[in-house]
């Protein structure tokens, strides 16, 4: 079954090794990432597989990266939106965003992340300051996307019981164990934030978690499933993870899997899973 005509891709990196260095590029697995990539390299692939518009996703916690990729945004007519970074920690979240919204591309700004799965405390989303920085993205009416590991998933849950005006987009489904065949306990902890109706989940980095050499569309049902049965298709958004997605697969691979997982979908719903959830949440266009 073919994907829909106009596809929003909800989740892409882009990075220049000679402006910044990406620390998290390490060892050799990741070898293949130790490279600049661009929107060039990018467009012509995101456009032959119909995307019509993205979201670029920030990949360092420094803050001069987001007015990087909002001036990138504001340069192109691919890119609908940038979730970008702020220190969340911050006494002045609200003004950093304001300053955010002020510069070239500022309207572009749809969403903040931080890379929690590399804080040491698993409950560092409950810190009071961070609750403080959350409700200040909540004020600003952005999207705040949850880039965990499944062990903090429950902190992500009460963090998102906590401030319940804002829109919590869990990147790349949690991480689940796809490598190893394991849907427990992460399947619960999932359908737990799932059971939360201001939280989204993103159809995205499934083929990362995966084995590598020899992944095959099966592997990733039984995860796939359970996205589909806790969030439902008009809270599930798809995500190329580009260039990530190339440790495993080619950006044409990432989307006839993510087609082959959602055929039994009906038209509606994967219209909503490739275009229109990604639309309403991140408020694009």
């Known amino acids: 079954m073919a994907v829909p005509a106009a596809i929003v891709d909800a989740h892409h990196h882009v990075w220049n090794l000679s402006v910044r260095d990406q620390e998290w590029i390490t060892g050799e697995e990741l070898a293949p990432l130790r490279r600049t990539f661009t929107l060039a390299d990018l467009e012509p692939?995101?456009?032959?597989?119909?995307?019509?518009?993205?979201?670029?996703?920030?990949?360092?916690?420094?803050?001069?990266?987001?007015?990087?990729?909002?001036?990138?945004?504001?340069?192109?007519?691919?890119?609908?939106?940038?979730?970008?970074?702020?220190?969340?920690?911050?006494?002045?979240?609200?003004?950093?965003l304001a300053?955010?919204?002020?510069?070239?591309?500022?309207?572009?700004?749809?969403?903040?992340?931080?890379?929690?799965?590399?804080?040491?405390d698993p409950r560092w989303l409950l810190r009071p300051d961070v609750l403080r920085g959350l409700a200040a993205v909540a004020d600003a009416r952005l999207a705040y996307d949850l880039i965990v590991r499944p062990h903090q998933l429950p902190a992500a849950r009460a963090a998102a019981e906590l401030v319940p005006g804002l829109t919590f987009v869990l990147d790349h489904a949690g991480k689940p164990p796809v490598a190893e065949g394991v849907l427990t306990p992460w399947a619960d902890d999932l359908r737990a934030l799932a059971a939360l109706p201001h939280t989204v989940c993103k159809l995205s980095g499934l083929v990362t978690e995966a084995d590598p050499?020899?992944?095959?569309?099966?592997?990733?049902?039984?995860?796939?499933?359970?996205l589909l049965d806790a969030f439902g298709p008009d809270r599930l958004m798809f995500g190329s993870d580009w260039p990530v997605c190339r440790l495993a697969a080619s950006y044409p691979q990432v989307l006839r899997t993510a087609s082959t997982l959602t055929a039994d979908l009906s038209e509606d719903e994967r219209d909503a899973v490739f275009a229109g959830t990604a639309t309403r949440v991140y408020r694009l266009g």
């Open 45 to 96: 692939e995101a456009r032959a597989a119909g995307v019509r518009a993205t979201v670029l996703v920030q990949t360092v916690a420094v803050a001069e990266e987001t007015p990087e990729l909002l001036a990138l945004a504001h340069g192109s007519d691919l890119v609908a939106g940038v979730v970008g970074w702020t220190d969340l920690t911050a006494p002045d979240v609200a003004g950093a």
């Open 99 to 120: 300053a955010l919204r002020a510069l070239p591309g500022g309207d572009r700004l749809t969403g903040i992340r931080h890379q929690v799965q590399g804080e040491r």
């Open 213 to 226: 050499r020899c992944w095959r569309d099966q592997d990733l049902r039984p995860y796939t499933d359970v």
